[in-house]
């Protein structure tokens, strides 16, 4: 992402500030604050916010943030006593209030995929639970399957999903949809479980008007895509899986495992709706650990924008109770398997396992210890490389 203003820009991708084309430095904190600031510039962000975007929920003294402001400030030619740029609002916080250009192309580069417009659309699951899906993009379908957790809207914008969506939608027809309970479907429903869940991809496939098409899951979506080439394998041409595990923690044996599960479940209906965000962060940490402050900012978020606390929970224990140990041996469809090696959410050990127990299942071990790969990951450019040899 580029963001430009008075003759300055920011290029996230690079980390770079430039006044024209000389490069001003800054540190990596001054970096994020300016990033922080321009991205949510429709509104006034107090001193909290500052603290959990861009250090991460860590302890920040006043002097510190004071510093780091003026820092950031100087950087961009303005001051304390002009406000030129970055204005403060008194006992409020801080707002960025020049005019910014987003993604400016560049010479020589092709025109951004942001571009692409999804259209949005409902279709109704068997339990009458109303299902939203999007369609964005143009060439041979390509299906992804819901994780936990979506959201159609915010996740086209997200600096954690839209490098990825973008990049499928650019070659793909992308269709993809908001599970049960979460996102812009039905929140209130009664059935969580793999059943439901492959019942609603049946449901999205037969509205969407699809014949035959790629199939891709993440995570738990993996189960998900796994039943349903089982049930329709005719439809599925080929599935590709990340993240993806055989057993849910309940069902893995482990005591430590179970006993892990259950409290992220407390602390899901105890603390994921309050305002202080230091509950959200422990599942950030988990999901996305290498990720930059901006991209734990939103992920604070979607938590709280995306389902409520009693669906969270709900949502997770049907995850965690999942074993697709039996259905296996009998997936017929070509199937490429990739997972990080220091994955903190699924082991590694899941992914071999997933691929060992798939005949004829490709592997690739992908280098990183996100579970939502991000763009600025080491193993981005292969991950998406290996998507591309797989469907060409």
Wanted: overall charge negative; hydrophobic content about 40%.
């Amino acid at each position: 992402m580029l963001m430009r203003f008075e003759g300055y820009g920011l290029d996230t991708g690079k980390r770079e500030l430039r006044r024209g084309a000389e490069l001003v430095a800054v540190g990596p904190q001054v970096f994020d604050l300016l990033v922080f600031l321009v991205r949510n510039r429709e509104r006034v962000v107090s001193k909290d916010d500052l603290i959990v975007g861009v250090w991460g929920g860590r302890t920040v003294s006043d002097s510190t943030l004071t510093s780091q402001i003026n820092a950031a400030r100087k950087a961009i030619g303005d001051s304390g006593g002009e406000q030129r740029l970055i204005r403060t609002i008194a006992r409020k916080g801080l707002r960025f209030v020049g005019d910014v250009l987003d993604d400016a192309p560049r010479a020589g580069t092709q025109a951004p995929a942001q571009d692409l417009r999804q259209e949005i659309h409902f279709c109704t699951a068997g339990d009458s639970a109303r299902l939203a899906y999007a369609s964005v993009g143009h060439g041979p379908p390509l299906v992804k399957t819901a994780n936990w957790l979506n959201h159609l809207e915010f996740d086209w914008q997200s600096p954690i999903w839209r490098h990825m969506l973008h990049a499928l939608a650019a070659e793909h027809q992308l269709v993809r949809y908001d599970a049960r309970g979460n996102g812009l479907s039905d929140w209130d429903v009664e059935e969580f479980s793999l059943p439901a869940f492959v019942t609603d991809l049946e449901c999205v496939v037969e509205a969407a008007g699809l014949e035959r098409f790629a199939l891709y899951g993440m995570s738990q979506g993996c189960a998900v895509a796994i039943a349903y080439s089982l049930l329709h394998p005719e439809k599925v041409s080929h599935l590709i899986l990340y993240g993806g595990f055989i057993q849910g923690k309940r069902r893995r044996g482990s005591p430590q495992d179970i006993e892990q599960a259950d409290a992220l479940l407390t602390l899901m209906r105890q603390g994921w709706g309050q305002d202080n965000p230091a509950f959200r962060q422990i599942f950030t940490s988990l999901f996305i650990p290498d990720g930059t402050s901006e991209q734990m900012q939103w992920w604070n978020d979607l938590q709280r924008k995306t389902t409520t606390p009693e669906n969270a929970a709900r949502l997770r224990r049907a995850v965690d109770d999942i074993d697709i140990s039996d259905m296996l041996p009998r997936v017929s469809v070509p199937t490429l398997v990739m997972h990080c090696r220091d994955d903190a959410v699924q082991p590694f050990e899941e992914g071999r396992r997933l691929a060992a127990g798939i005949p004829g299942a490709r592997f690739v071990a992908l280098e990183g210890r996100n579970h939502v790969i991000l763009e600025g990951d080491p193993s981005w450019g292969r991950f998406l490389a290996e998507i591309r040899s797989f469907l060409a």
